[in-house]
């Protein structure tokens, strides 16, 4: 497996896009991956807590697409997700991805001085 450069990966997501695979689609299926691998190393997933760092950009899009998946297809003890960025910026996360920020509630993180948005997901709720 040859591993490339954030600007080797660019140019590859761009011409996969222009070759006419909408960029919607790269994200899923990376998402899609990274969650078969932590199904594969973590298992099983239903009992941990995750926590999932999402930038603004296009890798913060994969990573509210594993949110996504992990929320219906495990359930985890808890799922956070923090996003980085201000609200105003509206992320490729926040654009893409509405079904699951409106699951989400916002909050501020008290602890950082810049005081950046983060949003968690909500816990799914046992039936016991």
């Known amino acids: 497996m040859k591993v490339l450069t954030a600007a080797e990966m660019r140019a590859v997501d761009r011409r996969t896009i222009e070759a006419g695979i909408p960029g919607i689609v790269l994200m899923e299926n990376a998402g899609h991956r ?6 594969k190393r973590f298992a099983p997933l239903a009992g941990q807590r995750i926590v999932i760092l999402c930038g603004k950009g296009n890798n913060g899009g994969d990573g509210m697409v594993i949110a996504r998946q992990l929320a219906t297809r495990f359930r985890p003890q808890s799922l956070d997700v923090v996003l ?13 991805h509405p079904e699951l920020m409106k699951r989400m509630k916002e909050r501020q993180a008290p602890s950082h001085p810049a005081k950046k948005p983060v949003a968690q997901a909500l816990a799914p709720q046992s039936s016991n």
């Open 34 to 39: 990274v969650v078969e691998f932590l199904e």
């Open 84 to 96: 980085y960025g201000a609200p105003e910026e509206k992320s490729i996360a926040w654009v893409r």
